[in-house]
C-alpha cells in the first residue's frame, strides 16, 4: 500500500525566513509524482510544487523548491523569504496511477 | 465554469438523515475525484470517475456511501443514514483525464451531523 507521513504538524517561521516542511512516502512503483499542496482557509488545495520521481534534478518554483531523495523516499518542501500569506496547511501527496495519496499536513504559521 | 464548485458549502444534518453533495467539474474535465477530509486529518480518497468508465469505489468506507456522475458532469455523493463520524469537510477535484497534478480542488462541502 501506498503512504505518506508528515511528521510536523505543525511548524512557525519568522517573516522573510526560511522553513523546511519534512515529508517521507512509501511505494512499490518506480514512476510516480510528488506534491506538494497549499491549503488556505477558504479549503480549496492549491498546487505548489511538483517532482517526476523519474528526475534527479529538485523541482523549483519560485520561493518554493524541494529536497527529493529518492533512495530515502524523502520529499521535503522548502520556503524561503516566507510571506505571511504562507500561512496554511501544507500537504505531502504521491500519484500513483491515477489518484492522490496524501499526508496527515503540516499547519505552518508565518509570524511577523 | 472556471472551477469546480461544490454546493452546499457548509450541511448540518441531523443523524440518520440522508445527504447529497454536489460537484460541478470544469468543462471538459473527464477526470473527478472525491476526497474526505476529518478535522486534522489528511485527505482521504474516496471515489474516482474517469470517462465512460467503471468507477473506483474502493475509497468509499461503508456501503452507507455512494456516487454518480451523471453525462460525465457533475456528481453527487450521497451519504445515507449519516453517522457523526461521517462530520469531515468533502472536497472533489477534476482533470483532464490523466494529468499527473492537474487536479483543481473545488472548496469543499463542510459536513456537520449532529
Known amino acids: 500500500a501506498q503512504t505518506v507521513t508528515q511528521s510536523q504538524p505543525e511548524m512557525s517561521v519568522q517573516e522573510a525566513e526560511t522553513v523546511t516542511l519534512s515529508c517521507t512516502y512509501d511505494?512499490?512503483?518506480?514512476?510516480?509524482?510528488l506534491f506538494w499542496y497549499k491549503q488556505p482557509p477558504s479549503r480549496q488545495m492549491i498546487l505548489v510544487i511538483r517532482?517526476?520521481?523519474?528526475?534527479?534534478q529538485n523541482a523549483t518554483e519560485n520561493r518554493f523548491s524541494v529536497n527529493f531523495q529518492k533512495a530515502a523516499k524523502s520529499f521535503s518542501l522548502k520556503i524561503s523569504d516566507s510571506q505571511l500569506g504562507d500561512t496554511a496547511m501544507y500537504f505531502c501527496?504521491?500519484?500513483?496511477?491515477?489518484?492522490?495519496?496524501f499526508g496527515t499536513g503540516t499547519r505552518l504559521q508565518v509570524f511577523p | 465554469g472556471a472551477g469546480v464548485s461544490q454546493s452546499p458549502s457548509n450541511k448540518v444534518t441531523e443523524k440518520g438523515k440522508d445527504v447529497e453533495l454536489r460537484c460541478d467539474p470544469i468543462?471538459?474535465?473527464?477526470?473527478l475525484y472525491w476526497y474526505r477530509q476529518s478535522l486534522g486529518q489528511g485527505l482521504e480518497f474516496l471515489i474516482y470517475?474517469?470517462?465512460?468508465?467503471?468507477?473506483?469505489k474502493s475509497g468509499l468506507p461503508s456501503d452507507r456511501f455512494s456516487a454518480e456522475r451523471t453525462g460525465g458532469s457533475v456528481s453527487t455523493l450521497t451519504i445515507q443514514r449519516t453517522q457523526q463520524e461521517d462530520s469531515a469537510v468533502y472536497l472533489c477535484?477534476?482533470?483532464?483525464?490523466?494529468?499527473?497534478?492537474?487536479?483543481?480542488f473545488g472548496s469543499g462541502t463542510r459536513l456537520t451531523v449532529v
Open positions: 470517475f474517469q470517462g465512460n468508465s467503471a468507477p473506483d
Open positions: 517532482q517526476e520521481a523519474y528526475k534527479q
Open positions: 468543462s471538459g474535465h473527464t477526470a
Open positions: 477535484a477534476s482533470s483532464l483525464e490523466f494529468r499527473p497534478g492537474g487536479y483543481t
Open positions: 501527496a504521491c500519484l500513483n496511477t491515477d489518484k492522490l495519496i
Open positions: 511505494t512499490s512503483e518506480n514512476n510516480y509524482y
